[in-house]
């Protein structure tokens, strides 16, 4: 039972670089969703799919994009990373967009260097 | 906008006793929706319990029970009868037109 899964759980980049967080999931869940936790800030919202095809941003999409060409896949790229981006992503998956109980992969924990 | 406040940074409790962790929030919406999660020192993010807003009880999932004050915009999560494996971050998030969480709350049950 794979429910979210993340990967990679850790990555080192250095400024500039890009790369793609991927997220999967296999429970046929149609919202999806990608957070950033920093200390003391909680998690903030960066770009959520409501279904395959449809993508929007959240609370702080700047350096980031995003594409849901099917529904179990909905990786993360930067495209030019910066230290600023230095975070923890967690991916959510959710089934019920009324109620929208999040399930979470396991986070990426990222450093830009 | 919305808004969650978690005004608790730290909360310490023996094992058994309850514990009351505190959730304001505010919205224009008059349909939303609030949840509260766990994060252990582990990091993932365990779903723990949902209320609606047109809900007219309070939530219930085992020892966690919401208490929900819709006129004070109050969403408090109780633990009953603490356990060590309580010890984690917990989170307020309400779902409206967005999604947003609270700062946390870090709940340290002792011995």
């Known amino acids: 039972n794979a429910g979210v899964t993340q990967t990679p759980k850790f990555q080192v980049l250095k400024t500039g670089q890009s790369m793609t967080l991927q997220c999967a999931q296999d429970?046929?869940?149609?919202?999806m969703s990608w957070y950033r936790q920093d200390p003391g800030m909680g998690l903030r919202l960066i770009h959520y799919?409501?279904?395959?095809?449809?993508?929007d941003q959240g609370e702080v999409p700047n350096g980031y994009n995003v594409s849901r060409s099917t529904t179990e896949d909905f990786p993360l790229r930067l495209l030019s990373a910066a230290p600023s981006q230095t975070s923890v992503y967690f991916c959510?998956?959710?089934?019920?967009?009324?109620?929208?109980?999040?399930?979470f992969g396991a986070g990426t924990r990222l450093s830009v260097l | 906008a919305q808004k969650i406040t978690q005004t608790q940074p730290g909360m310490f409790v023996q094992e058994k006793e309850a514990v009351t962790l505190d959730c304001t929030y505010d919205?224009?919406?008059?349909?939303?929706?609030l949840f509260w999660y766990k994060q252990p020192s582990s990091g993932e993010m365990i779903f723990l319990i949902y209320?609606?807003?047109?809900?007219?009880q309070n939530a219930t999932e085992g020892r966690y029970s919401l208490n929900f004050q819709k006129a004070r915009k109050s969403a408090n999560l109780v633990i009953s009868a603490s356990q060590l494996g309580d010890s984690a971050m917990y989170f307020c998030?309400?779902?409206?037109?967005?999604?947003?969480f609270g700062k946390g709350t870090t709940l340290s049950v002792s011995s």
């Open positions: 959510a998956s959710s089934a019920d967009l009324s109620k929208n109980i999040q399930y």
């Open positions: 998030a309400m779902v409206g037109t967005a999604l947003i």
């Open positions: 209320q609606g807003s047109y809900d007219e």
């Open positions: 429970m046929n869940h149609e919202y």
């Open positions: 919205t224009s919406d008059q349909s939303y929706g």
């Open positions: 799919s409501v279904g395959a095809g449809i993508t």
